[in-house]
């Protein structure tokens, strides 16, 4: 199994910045994408971030040039930079790794807790 641990959330003022780390831990052999999603109040979780094993990126429209994720396969984390942050960016922020904990098992989809992001005046 993989637990995955999450922060970095908070209240932070329109145009303000924020940054989210996520580490995994317990029983891992390999990971692959690495990614973050968000789910507002009343709303469908949305894929915000993506990050391959080769550091190939991919974001969704409303955060690209805003947002940048990142990761250090040392430590099994991957981090999530938000800057120029708006009210509409308010949300749960999830962790979400893909992962074999053994040479011949599947990729398994894991997810963190959530980690809330409030941006507010």
């Known amino acids: 199994q993989v637990q995955l641990v999450e922060s970095g959330g908070g209240l932070v003022q329109p145009g303000g910045s924020l940054r989210l780390s996520c580490t995994a831990s317990g029983s891992i052999w390999v990971i692959g994408v690495m990614a973050w999603y968000r789910q507002a109040p009343g709303k469908q979780r949305e894929l915000v971030a993506t990050?391959?094993?080769?550091?190939?990126?991919s974001y969704k429209d409303s955060v690209k040039g805003r947002f940048g994720i990142t990761r250090d396969n040392a430590k099994n984390a991957v981090y999530l930079q938000m800057n120029s942050l708006k009210t509409e960016d308010t949300a749960v922020y999830f962790c979400n790794v893909d992962a074999k904990d053994t040479a011949y098992s599947t990729y398994n989809i894991y997810w963190g807790q959530g980690t809330q992001v409030t941006v507010s005046s």
């Open positions: 990050i391959t094993s080769r550091g190939d990126t």
